[in-house]
């Protein structure tokens, strides 16, 4: 279960699975700046570099969602032929993770594991259980 997942992971890690969001988003946007991003070439490595953008809850949440659209959208084009589709999923889900953020402000799925509260609306969505970043890529 998530639940026991999350309880493997604060048990390796000693901290809670998204203690260590603020420090990649920084790293990451930090990179972004001085051309660290630029420098990995391998557009998988790049769209690693990237995720906490997206990972990462907080202030600018939305705002650093489109860049990484902006960003996996760049990478999409100059990916090799064969794993193009592959790409274009990963610009797909970012726009899926982006709708999540847009209508909740946060990530829900988090909530019973962080011990916050769903509203009705997070209850819903978690019912369905369509999480983007459980979806199998395309490709």
């Known amino acids: 279960t998530e639940s026991d997942r999350a309880a493997y ?3 390796v890690l000693g901290s809670w699975p998204w203690a260590q969001d603020p420090a990649a988003l920084t790293q990451a946007l930090e990179g972004l ?3 660290d991003w630029a420098g990995l070439g391998l557009p998988w ?3 690693a570099f990237t995720q906490p953008l997206g990972h990462a809850e ?3 949440h939305l705002a650093r ?3 990484l659209i902006a960003l996996r959208r760049d990478i999409a084009t100059r990916a090799p032929a064969l794993l ?3 790409y274009v999923s990963l610009v797909d889900q970012a726009g899926q993770v982006r709708r999540i953020i847009a209508s909740f402000d946060r990530h829900p799925h988090r909530n019973a594991i962080l011990g916050r509260r769903s509203t009705l609306e997070e209850e819903a969505y978690l019912e369905k259980g369509a999480f983007p970043h459980l979806r199998v890529f395309r490709g």
């Open 33 to 35: 700046e001085n051309g």
């Open 65 to 67: 969602i489109d860049r």
């Open 45 to 47: 490595f790049q769209i």
């Open 84 to 86: 193009r589709s592959l």
């Open 9 to 11: 992971v604060t048990g």
């Open 58 to 60: 907080g202030p600018a």
